[in-house]
């Protein structure tokens, strides 16, 4: 069955140090992958997206990058602040389908 | 504009009962999605409407369940008889066409007692 995986324990890093979340999937062949960012008590708010033809996508301070070969997306966050502390989600998307495969999200907590 | 509105932020409610969850999508998006998201889980995908072509209901759980979207807009999640196991964050997304960014609502947290 399709499967996604984002490490489950909460990661805790030093304010100004890189934080890197990993979202690896098995069984599924996607089109194209999300993440999005979820505070405590809300939804998740999208960040940025990656096609399966695209190695990497930046936007500000975020990095992703996609590797179809080896099932596995990597979300970078550089100069990372207390305020970067959030649960973040990856999800899986294929054309010509409505239809998302959500992880269960890394929590990141950004230590000042 | 506005984006996603949900309400009630918060129901807790007895078993047994029913309840209804409400959400308002963006104006002019045609996508709208249901899910579920319980402690430690990822988002269970319940139901997804797109204009007015016929919902998926292949997420929704059981029969208890059942999800209307009146005019293209306004969405109403109806729970029947709920169980304990109901209790979970009701999050709702809406999209545009051809758009791959759903936006989501600040969700409803149910508590069945």
Do not use: C, I, N, Y
């Given at each position: 069955s399709q499967k996604i995986e984002q490490n489950s324990e909460a990661l805790n890093i030093q304010e100004g140090k890189t934080a890197t979340l990993t979202c690896n999937y098995t069984n599924y062949s996607p089109a194209y992958l999300q993440w999005y960012r979820q505070d405590p008590g809300r939804g998740p708010v999208f960040l940025l997206l990656i096609r399966e033809n695209e190695k990497e996508k930046r936007k500000e301070r975020l990095k992703v990058t996609f590797d179809t070969t080896l099932k596995q997306s990597l979300f970078h966050i550089t100069a990372?602040?207390?305020?970067?502390s959030a649960t973040y989600l990856c999800a899986l998307g294929r054309s010509g389908t409505y239809k998302y495969i959500f992880g269960t999200g890394t929590r990141l907590k950004v230590l000042a | 504009g506005a984006g996603v509105s949900q309400s009630p932020s918060n129901k807790v409610t007895e078993k047994g009962k029913d309840v209804e969850l409400r959400c308002d999508p963006i104006s002019g998006h045609t996508a709208l999605y249901w899910y579920r998201q319980s402690l430690g889980q990822g988002l269970e995908f319940l139901i997804y409407f797109q204009g007015n072509s016929a919902p998926d209901?292949?997420?929704?759980?059981?029969?208890r369940f059942s999800a209307e979207r009146t005019g293209g807009s306004v969405s109403t999640l109806t729970i029947q008889?709920?169980?304990?196991?109901?209790?979970a964050v009701y999050l709702c997304a809406s999209q545009g066409l051809g758009d791959n960014e759903q936006f989501f609502g600040p969700g409803t947290r149910l508590t069945v007692l």
């Open positions: 990372s602040q207390p305020a970067d | 209901k292949s997420g929704l759980p059981s029969d008889r709920t169980q304990q196991e109901d209790s």
